[in-house]
């Protein structure tokens, strides 16, 4: 046991030139593999800091959009109650135009019945005053008048045509 103890301590402390050899030409490759795992943690730093930062600009490209659609959204509100309320005092412009047009219409249709049956009026009074006076020519008195007011007492007064003779008939 001492002997396999001796050669273990003797083997630590130094080693056989068999090892000593083999780590000094893989020593090269070691460099190389620590080279190599540097540049992939900085390729993967790199590769992280992009995705970071197309994140990044897609945030800020996304955002932008949102702070347009926004302010479109407020410029196209803005306008549409602007054009709502124009289209509202054009819409009360035009209902006032058109209330007034009716009004004179009215009244111009009111002034012609009025003067229609003013002429109307006056006529049927000409035309009582022709019946009156035509009544001796059909063998008829005169009704009697009020002493007040010159004008005939209110009597009924029937025509009747019968057998192609025009009567009339006082009470």
Do not use: C
């Not at 006076?133 to 009020?146: Q, R, V, W, Y």
Request: charge should be positive.
């Amino acid at each position: 046991m001492e002997s396999t103890y001796f050669k273990k301590r003797l083997n630590q402390t130094n080693k056989a030139q068999k090892v000593v050899n083999l780590e000094k030409k893989l020593e090269k490759f070691e460099e190389a593999k620590a080279k190599n795992l540097e540049k992939v943690q900085m390729y993967l730093e790199e590769e992280k800091l992009k995705e970071k930062k197309t994140k990044e600009e897609i945030r800020k490209v996304q955002l932008n959009k949102l702070q347009r659609n926004i302010s479109f959204m407020e410029n196209w509100t803005t306008k549409g109650w602007e054009n709502w309320r124009k289209n509202q005092e054009i819409k009360h412009t035009r209902e006032q135009k058109e209330r007034e047009f009716e009004q004179k219409m009215m009244t111009k249709t009111n002034n012609m019945t009025m003067k229609k049956q003013a002429e109307e009026r006056e006529d049927v009074r000409e035309g009582i005053a022709e019946f009156e006076n035509s009544l001796p020519k059909f063998g008829i008195e005169k009704p009697a008048t009020d002493e007040d007011f010159d004008a005939p007492k209110r009597r009924n007064i029937f025509v009747i045509f019968a057998n192609g003779k025009l009567m009339v008939l006082f009470r």
